[in-house]
C-alpha cells in the first residue's frame, strides 16, 4: 500500500514571499504519479500540478513549482511571489500507473498568506 | 471549460434513510472515481469506475453501492445512514486510458441528523 506524508501541518508566508511545502511518500511501484491539490476556503480541490516519477525534469506551472526527489521518495512544492489567493490548504497525493486508479492523499499542510 | 458536476450540494438526511449522489464527468471522460471527506480531514477513496466496470475499491461501507451508467454519469447509493456519514462527498474523472489527472466536481455536503 501506498502512504503519503506531510510533516508541516500549518505553514505561513507574507505576501510575494516564497514558500515551500513538504511531501514524502513510500511505495514499491516504479511508475506512479504525484500531485499537488489545493483546497481553498470554498472547498474546491484545484489541481495545482503534477509529476509523472519516469520523468527527472521538475514540473513547473506559472508560480508553482516542484523538487522531485525519487530515491528519497520526496516531493516538494515551491510557490514563488506568494498571492492571497494562495491561502489554502494544500494536498499532496500518490496515484499508480494503473487506469483508474485512487489517489491516496497526505494530511494536507494548511498554508496562509499574509498581508 | 466544462467541469465535473455533482448534484445535489447540499443534502440533509436522517438517521437510518437513503440517499443518492449523482456526478455527471466531464465529457470525453471515462472515469469516475467517488472520495469521502470528514470534517478537518483528507479525502478517503471510496470507489471508481473505468469504462462502466469498477476499477478500484477502497474502503466503501457495505451500506454504500455505486454504479456508472452507458452515458458514463455515476450514481453513489447510500443507505442506513449514519451520523458518521456526515462529510463532503467528491466525484472527480479523468480520462482514464492516458492516466490523466483527476478533476473534481464542487462536491456534495451530506449532513445527517
Known amino acids: 500500500a501506498q502512504t503519503v506524508t506531510q510533516s508541516q501541518p500549518e505553514m505561513s508566508v507574507q505576501e510575494a514571499e516564497t514558500v515551500t511545502l513538504s511531501c514524502t511518500y513510500d511505495?514499491?511501484?516504479?511508475?506512479?504519479?504525484l500531485f499537488w491539490y489545493k483546497q481553498p476556503p470554498s472547498r474546491q480541490m484545484i489541481l495545482v500540478i503534477r509529476?509523472?516519477?519516469?520523468?527527472?525534469q521538475n514540473a513547473t506551472e506559472n508560480r508553482f513549482s516542484v523538487n522531485f526527489q525519487k530515491a528519497a521518495k520526496s516531493f516538494s512544492l515551491k510557490i514563488s511571489d506568494s498571492q492571497l489567493g494562495d491561502t489554502a490548504m494544500y494536498f499532496c497525493?500518490?496515484?499508480?500507473?494503473?487506469?483508474?486508479?485512487?489517489?491516496?492523499f497526505g494530511e494536507g499542510t494548511q498554508l496562509t498568506v499574509n498581508p | 471549460a466544462a467541469g465535473v458536476i455533482q448534484s445535489p450540494r447540499h443534502l440533509i438526511k436522517e438517521k437510518r434513510e437513503t440517499a443518492t449522489l449523482k456526478c455527471y464527468p466531464i465529457?470525453?471522460?471515462?472515469?469516475v472515481y467517488w472520495y469521502q471527506q470528514g470534517p478537518g480531514q483528507d479525502p478517503q477513496f471510496l470507489i471508481s469506475f473505468y469504462e462502466k466496470m469498477q476499477s478500484d475499491k477502497g474502503s466503501i461501507p457495505d451500506r454504500f453501492s455505486a454504479q456508472q451508467f452507458s452515458d458514463y454519469h455515476s450514481e453513489l447509493n447510500m443507505s442506513s445512514l449514519e451520523l458518521g456519514d456526515s462529510a463532503l462527498y467528491f466525484c472527480a474523472s479523468s480520462f482514464g486510458g492516458l492516466n490523466q489527472p483527476q478533476h473534481f466536481g464542487d462536491g456534495t455536503r451530506l449532513s445527517i441528523l
Open positions: 497525493a500518490f496515484t499508480k500507473e494503473t487506469s483508474g486508479s485512487r489517489l491516496t
Open positions: 511505495t514499491s511501484e516504479n511508475n506512479y504519479y
Open positions: 509529476q509523472e516519477a519516469y520523468k527527472q
Open positions: 465529457p470525453r471522460h471515462d472515469t
